[in-house]
């Protein structure tokens, strides 16, 4: 289902300004969500992300519609997931950000999608640009995320894993890394060009009481190749351990924490929206 | 005017799928020509750039419904500008490229933009990222230089000089550098994260006409401080000198070999278009 002019639509063709600068200029942000039992996981982190990431653009937001989008999304689809789109709107040429312009808003609900696999990662040539704002945002502009999955399913793996331009540990395309060295969980710093996940920020905000020491920080070459275990975390798929980087195997799915730790997100999960 | 679906139309209110890659993940292209009397100045050349541009892509290019939509927009408007907007076309969820995906064309036409100022420019702290494909190409993501700009106006100027990851001169915010050192024109390659832009291709096969050595190499910030003139290029403005650099003046505009790139870009336009 689609949601945009205020209502659920079947059709995801809509009227559409095409001097709107998400289409014309990628100039916009988006969110995705899980949904279980016709409810949003993490519905506030959500939105104050969303509203936090529209304030550093310098968008207007309007968290009331968002809501409303959300949970007649989340209610037409029981289970499964939200996409929400928020644009810029339509505005002049050129690319100094207009005054009048009026953000354009819009969802899609789909069905739960597939259990992610152990994941079969490759490290890409293409750097995450921390140097950007645009790099701590789920902003529009996926381009390279695009080109780097497409070389690393021509090499026959699931997904890509950036490095900054610093040479540390980014991020897979469209999840965040976690690495265990010995009993540290470690993942990089927001400043690193990380995208400030829920699902990261819920298991920093929860790994002590599972009694592992987590750290924010940066990761270099030499680090990652020591990782005992890594693994990916997102909105929609939670946790997926990694079984291979640039062809060494790795035994994540067997580390003695990860098992506790899906299970503690499938707790949250749970207790957020079954109820 | 706009032009979708094969014609011209007054409104820029289109049916497009919310599912569209450009809409949703910046998954596209776009192209900005100059029209006098009615005619593109270097069709060809944009054509043939659209063409390769998308074949980086692996997006499917119609280069007859592309030409035709320029020439349709350049009658509609008779002096001005067009920009053509290159979409990957509707598709499920998830950043892999579909493979039915079609994709969507579509155009505008506006008056001749205002006269480029000399140009007041500062460099920004975001870096252009030259590892990445997409800095080579006329891309839809265009949020670091929105966010730059952005940045820049607020500091009272013009436009933003980028450098890119490797601390080397890139581009300005939508056009290309150049720099005189004494006799020597110089550019960045484009392996410095830097368009192919027409107007720098126009330049390039001239300057030996004109008594000019240009070169394509790296400039760093250490040489950038040294040039005698600065100017900026593109497809709709040709030629702009510039008159201040992080607050250093540069008498870009009496550089003794400026006026001449000037008439020599005036004259390869009326030579193209009003014949």
Same mark, same amino acid.
């Given at each position: 289902?689609?949601?945009?002019?205020?209502?659920?639509?079947?059709?995801?063709?809509?009227?559409?300004?095409?001097?709107?600068?998400?289409?014309?200029?990628?100039?916009?942000?988006?969110?995705?969500?899980?949904?279980?039992?016709?409810?949003?996981?993490?519905?506030?982190?959500?939105?104050?992300?969303?509203?936090?990431?529209?304030?550093?653009?310098?968008?207007?937001?309007?968290?009331?519609?968002?809501?409303?989008?959300?949970?007649?999304?989340?209610?037409?689809?029981?289970?499964?997931?939200?996409?929400?789109?928020?644009?810029?709107?339509?505005?002049?040429?050129?690319?100094?950000?207009?005054?009048?312009?009026?953000?354009?808003? =819009?969802? $899609?609900? +789909?069905?739960?999608?597939? #259990?992610? !696999? *152990? /994941?079969?990662?490759?490290?890409?040539?293409?750097?995450?640009?921390?140097?950007?704002?645009?790099?701590?945002?789920?902003?529009?502009?996926?381009?390279?995320?695009?080109?780097?999955?497409?070389?690393?399913?021509?090499?026959?793996?699931?997904?890509?894993?950036?490095?900054?331009?610093?040479?540390?540990?980014?991020?897979?395309?469209?999840?965040? =890394?976690? $690495?265990? +060295?010995?009993?540290?969980? #470690?993942? !990089? *710093? /927001?400043?690193?060009?990380?995208?400030?996940?829920?699902?990261?920020?819920?298991?920093?905000?929860?790994?002590?009481?599972?009694?592992?020491?987590?750290?924010?920080?940066?990761?270099?070459?030499?680090?990652?190749?020591?990782?005992?275990?890594?693994?990916?975390?997102?909105?929609?798929?939670?946790?997926?351990?990694?079984?291979?980087?640039?062809?060494?195997?790795?035994?994540?799915?067997?580390?003695?924490?990860?098992?506790? /730790?899906?299970?503690?997100?499938?707790?949250?999960?749970?207790?957020?929206?079954?109820?």
């Amino acid at each position: 289902m689609f949601w945009f002019d205020g209502a659920l639509h079947e059709t995801s063709i809509a009227p559409v300004d095409l001097t709107d600068r998400g289409l014309t200029l990628g100039d916009g942000l988006f969110d995705t969500t899980l949904v279980r039992s016709g409810r949003v996981f993490q519905r506030q982190a959500h939105l104050d992300r969303l509203a936090a990431s529209a304030a550093t653009l310098a968008m207007p937001f309007d968290a009331k519609m968002a809501a409303q989008a959300l949970d007649t999304l989340a209610e037409s689809i029981g289970n499964g997931g939200i996409r929400l789109t928020l644009t810029r709107g339509g505005g002049g040429r050129g690319l100094a950000i207009p005054e009048t312009a009026k953000p354009f808003l =819009f969802g $899609a609900s +789909f069905p739960p999608p597939p #259990v992610f !696999p *152990r /994941l079969n990662v490759v490290t890409t040539t293409i750097r995450r640009n921390e140097t950007s704002p645009v790099a701590r945002l789920k902003a529009l502009p996926y381009l390279d995320a695009i080109l780097a999955l497409r070389e690393a399913k021509a090499q026959g793996a699931d997904d890509v894993l950036f490095e900054n331009t610093s040479g540390h540990v980014a991020c897979f395309s469209v999840a965040n =890394f976690f $690495a265990f +060295f010995s009993d540290r969980l #470690v993942t !990089p *710093r /927001l400043e690193d060009g990380v995208l400030a996940g829920t699902i990261r920020a819920l298991i920093l905000a929860r790994a002590k009481s599972l009694g592992l020491v987590a750290e924010e920080r940066s990761v270099n070459r030499a680090e990652l190749s020591r990782a005992d275990a890594i693994f990916a975390t997102n909105s929609l798929r939670l946790l997926a351990p990694c079984q291979m980087l640039d062809g060494r195997s790795l035994d994540s799915a067997q580390h003695k924490s990860i098992e506790a /730790l899906q299970v503690m997100l499938e707790t949250a999960v749970a207790d957020e929206c079954d109820t």
